[in-house]
């Protein structure tokens, strides 16, 4: 491979078909799909590979279900999610035919109802509950808690059936879905939220909705401070058992929405260091790539395991590894010891093919850094 001469994520895209595999077969002997949430990496070559391998997908914009139909996922395999919705982009979910939506609120729902009428069309749409669970995580990612502008708990229900009622020849209820927050470890708060939406799903049963479906979202954490391979996939089992076991006696198919758990620990971004500036305080690692590629160490306080790629053995130093950005919440990483580092290294950021190029910008007109695809050890694709 040519030396990289600008920042680089490179993915390897046999790690994302172990976890995937790992997944599906931890639903072995249920029904279950599984729709990668794209949010996490919308990379066209990754949607790709996952639809090959049997995966849909969970969008959450029209800019995403465009990105999944262009990469050839079918789709009666695409999910719409997200809060916003805009009648275009219901409009074209549903002339698509999309698999289903997920609704946030009545007046959403309306929305639809209103536009597959104007269209003669069914809709099939699933209603996303807000279990008012805590899982534990970071505020910014906690998403079925009763403070969050996610979901809707059951004083909705009334509101949603009339809805159905009235709209009968447009609406139909497909099942119930959940997405609790990400980066969660803790199994019993799924197990929790997975029972209230029983609950409701039994409710809607009764009123004579024929439900089939049962979405629960995504969440499934990997531990971004120590690689404990063995122990992930042992958690996806966990999980999957988890799922089967409370959701057993329900005649659905089960869909999930993994993001984070399928794609993080196979991506590195790669920056090299421009310059070493010591302080009285600080050793600074000033690379060429930083918040504005990988954002996470800004805006949660993220973590991300550092690897030197140099043969370095001699002294350890403390470092700040940062970026250009003209901020000071431009940091990858602080107080890392590190093998003395020199003008001219490379260095990979670890386990970042999870929201770091989906939310990576241009701030300060600074490239996009380049995505290079490994399989089997080589190269495959560079876009
Ligand atoms: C509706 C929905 N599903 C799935 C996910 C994926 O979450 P994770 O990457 O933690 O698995 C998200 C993430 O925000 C989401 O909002």
Redesign the pocket.
Known sequence: MAALDQPAYIYDLDDIALRFHAMNNAFAGARHTIHY?M??NSNAAILRHLCALGAGV?T?SGGEIARALAAGVPADRIIF?GVAKTHQEIQRALTARIKQI?VESPQELLRIADIARQLGMVANVAFRLNPNVNPKTHPY?T?GFRDNK?GMDESFMPELSGILADSSKFLRLRGLTM?I????FDLEVFREAIEKVIAVHDTFKAQGHALDRLDI?????VDYDNADTAREFELIAEYGRMVIQATRGLDVELLT?????LVARAGVLVGRVQYIKATAQKTFAILDTGMHHLIRPALYGATHRILPLIQGTGQQIMYDIVGPICESSDFLAKGVSLPQLKQGDCIAIADAG??GFAMASQYNSHELPAEIMVAAGRVLVCE
């Open positions: 949430a949010k996490a969970d959450v999610s997920n990612i998403t996610f997405h927050g990400s980066l969660l979202g995504g969440g499934l954490g929405e993994p993001g984070r758990v999870a929201y």
